[in-house]
């Protein structure tokens, strides 16, 4: 036992043994691996957020294949002169992954 700043501290005898990672044997030529791709699109609806969004990737899929995701990145409203929502917009990122 040896004492640390006023502490009594056991110190083990045998050092910690290292951790090996293995390594499966396999080939890196033989695991598959998917490259995906994002794009940025902006879309836009008189009604909501909601349907601005699904307006927008319905419009991705039609001319993106293996669509697989999305995110928002931004939302805006215009106001008309009254102060009044009148259009809801959103930015968006939408993930793909490319095919071989």
Known sequence: MEVVF???VMRPEKPHREL????PDQRLEEAQVSISRATEIKSSSALSFDDAM???I???MKTLKNVRGAWIENQ???LDEKGRISEYRVQMKITFILEE
Do not use: N
């Open 6 to 8: 006023g502490l009594e």
């Open 20 to 23: 090996k990672w293995e390594i």
């Open 54 to 56: 699904k307006k927008g």
């Open 58 to 60: 319905a419009r991705a």
């Open 76 to 78: 805006e409203v215009l």
